[in-house]
């Protein structure tokens, strides 16, 4: 999993791109974005260093699961590509010295901003009430859940709404198809987001969606701030806020303003929502598109791209061209409950490392509550698990079995990958819908889906525990391969699992 590559005809084009302004990637899930992404900063350190400006280069990512794995992965990237041919010829030893960090914890170091081990709870314990003690003749907004709010008042930060007009002017999309948020509704939502601000200021108390905008703010109070890098590398940029973007465009030098932009719109999941235009940053004619799938086999390629065939908005999706790797067809497993499911979860395990091929697994599930379960299943039954979150390291190159939540495995890849307790009761995550027909929800958890699918290189899992997810009906079964008769009762597997095992 951890190795050297070499990167071929777009890729590597991406290295000699021009060393100023804005530059755009591309590119459909599995094209080696991120990592071209690492190889791009090696290539700038190597050929913009002058005696007159050190290069200073930072990588952004958007979750600290993600910074982890570029750190791990960041030894084995190599210098000494040529323009011309396909020698390489290095000018410093393998690595990559510079700095790699989650925005949330660069914002919240920059910013001074205290610790407080309850921040993850402060809208959860305020907001509620807040909402209650709020009072409207004129809409019905009100009724709507705490979910619904918490993602408007994330919305209105990211968005950085100076006044009531700028958020009654601006275009929300994505609340359901029969019941939009009209500008009646958003006087209401002004009013309980200004009572909520209130009361954070009246507890002393900031929270995540702060981070960027106080950063920001001291940037533009500070007349001697200059920005400390000669180019800036985002990655997954289309999970970040406009507060967020527009806080790192001020952190590169204005002789540079060398930005390179990592994103693909397919993978977006989350709801914070900009365009570049927003953020002053001009990447027309400087974009390229990544097409080619290097990571999956055909197989897994092809049923997620049937998955991801049900959006309706694919205006910025990357085409994509198939991998020519060869494999198996992903694996789907209809349960009737979690015994069932956990049985043939240790069954496959037990295949894979009889083959010799346990070697980069991993197990996602939706919820935190769900990682713990799939964790205690497989330490009891004698497996080495680490748990994949930002607040611990993760041996990437160990034999372990690979645990974490849908959510934090963007940007990484296994060569096995079982996505477990695909249920409608699961995903779409029930407390992110506004409407029954929120299609803007539905849109993101498919989105979700299908970016754990790509995660995959050879072996793709997908398990239900009880009445099926939708989105397992979206998918082309005959692109998949049904595995659920061979389920036996629990005890019965694991005779068979250790027949195999001993």
Known sequence: MLKKIVLQGEQKKVLFLPATNPIQIKGVAGSGKTTVA???????????????????????????????YIRAIK??????????????????????????????????????????????????????????????????????????FDEEIS???????????????????????????????????????????????????????????????????????????????????????????????????????????????????????????????????????????????IQIAKAAISLLDKEEDKEDFTELELSVTEGEKPKIGYFSNKASQSSQILLEISKLGDNGSLKSTVILHRSNDGVKEIKTLLDSNGHSTELVKSSQPVNYGSNSIKICTMSSVKGLE???????DLNDDIIPFPPGFIESDDEFHIS??????????????????????AEPSRYLKEIDEVLLNDISITTKPFVDVIDDVNDLLF
């Open 75 to 148: 030894p084995y990237i190599n210098g000494g590509y040529q323009k011309d041919n396909e020698k390489i010829k290095p000018k410093t030893p393998d690595g990559l010295n510079v700095r790699i960090v989650n925005f949330d914890s660069w914002a919240f170091h920059f910013a001074g901003i205290p610790f407080d081990g309850q921040r993850s709870w402060l809208r959860k314990n305020i907001l509620p009430q807040i909402i209650s003690n709020t009072k409207s003749s004129t809409s019905n907004i009100l009724s709507k859940t705490f979910e619904f």
């Open 155 to 297: 919305w209105i930060k990211g968005k950085m709404f100076l006044n009531k007009n700028e958020y009654l002017e601006a275009a929300r999309i994505g609340r359901g198809t029969s019941d939009r948020v009209t500008k009646v509704d958003k006087e209401v939502i002004w009013e309980v987001y200004l009572k909520y601000n209130r009361e954070l200021e009246k507890r002393d108390k900031i929270e995540f969606d702060d981070y960027a905008i106080l950063a920001l703010k001291k940037i533009q109070n500070d007349p001697n701030f200059s920005p400390p890098y000669t180019h800036i590398i985002v990655d997954e940029a289309q999970d970040l806020s406009k507060a967020q973007i527009l806080t790192i465009s001020k952190l590169v030098s204005p002789e540079t303003n060398s930005i390179s932009i990592i994103a693909d719109a397919a993978q977006r999941i989350y709801k914070s929502g900009f365009n570049w235009k927003e953020v002053g940053l001009e990447v027309r004619g400087r974009t390229i598109a990544f097409k080619k799938n290097y990571r999956n086999t």
């Open 38 to 68: 690492l190889y791009r900063a090696k290539h700038l350190l190597e050929t913009q260093t002058s005696l007159f400006e050190e290069t200073k280069i930072v990588i952004f990512t958007f979750n600290k699961t993600l910074a982890a």
């Open 444 to 465: 993101t958890e498919r989105r979700l889906l299908y970016t754990c699918m790509t995660r995959a290189r050879n072996n793709l899992y997908l398990f239900s525990s």
């Open 414 to 420: 296994f060569n096995n990958v079982f996505i477990v």
